[in-house]
């Protein structure tokens, strides 16, 4: 594998594996702040929270509920919809073989634009990173906001804290819509293959193997047949 893929290209698709954790991290902590650190989410196991769609869910009734602003809820599902889309291309990276990799199978260029860098490539999976690192500042400052907010939803009107925890909110929500912001200057994400696509390269290559297989071994019945015949 080492011969086949450049050092570059195993030392991205390892920084992708390592950003994508700290990004379900940031998700966990989106988590907590919205069920409060008081629960577990081990101990809701039917509620579906160790899955994405479940998290995500989760999370959107819970901001929904704790007073934020509209603009910062959209944001906050635009966001956790990106993260579905990131949680995809990196199951794709994870379940890619040898030959996804080196390009020796080929994705149809039409199904990917004529003009986008190949697949898995260093390049692409660098962009990958940048976008997974921003997308983590900007869903961990979306913690601290949510928290923020459902701090203050429970103070009394009366409370001597409450123009302290307002001010701490509106600072969250500048510094979240901030990353937000940033992390839409970046470049456009290459394309990435779904599972689907790279399983269907995979019955390709073994159409092809097969094929292979059954051409040498008409050729090499032939040229047996040809000696017996000659004898």
């Given at each position: 594998m080492?011969?086949e893929l ?11 594996a390592l950003a994508?954790n700290?990004?379900e991290l ?6 907590l702040?919205?069920?409060g650190s ?7 196991p039917s509620?579906?929270l ?5 998290r995500?869910a989760t ?9 934020l602003?509209l603009d910062?809820?959209?944001?906050i599902?635009?966001?956790l919809k990106?993260?579905?889309?990131f949680?995809?291309y990196?199951d794709a990276?994870?379940?890619a073989?040898v030959m996804n990799l080196?390009?020796?199978?080929r994705?149809?260029?039409k ?17 990958f990173?940048?976008?997974l ?5 900007e ?6 906001l ?8 429970s103070l ?10 307002e ?5 969250c929500?500048?510094?979240f819509r901030?990353?937000?912001t940033?992390?839409?200057t970046?470049?456009?994400i290459?394309?990435?293959?779904s599972?689907?696509?790279l ?5 390709a290559?073994?159409q092809?193997?097969?094929a ?7 050729v090499g019945s032939g040229h047996?047949?040809s000696?017996?015949?000659g004898q």
């Open positions: 080492k011969q450049t050092i570059h290209q195993l030392a991205a698709i390892g920084a992708v994508y700290e990004l940031a998700i966990d902590a989106m988590l702040a919205v069920i008081h629960q577990s989410t081990d101990s809701e509620t579906g160790h899955n994405t769609e479940g995500i999370i959107t009734r819970g901001v929904a509920l704790i007073g602003k910062d809820q959209e944001q599902k635009l966001a990106v993260f579905a889309e949680t995809n990196r990276i994870n379940h073989r080196t390009g020796r199978v994705l149809d260029p199904l990917r634009g004529e003009n986008s860098a190949a697949p898995f490539s260093d390049g692409s999976l660098n962009i990173y940048d976008h690192i921003a997308l983590e500042k869903l961990s400052s979306a913690a601290m949510i928290k923020a907010a459902s701090t203050l939803k009394t009107s009366d409370d001597k804290n409450k123009a302290l925890y001010e701490g909110k509106r600072v929500s500048f510094q901030g990353y937000g940033r992390r839409q970046l470049p456009p290459p394309y990435f293959p599972e689907l696509e399983r269907e390269v995979k019955k290559w073994q092809a193997q097969e292979e297989l059954s051409a040498w071994l008409s047996r047949a000696i017996k015949a």
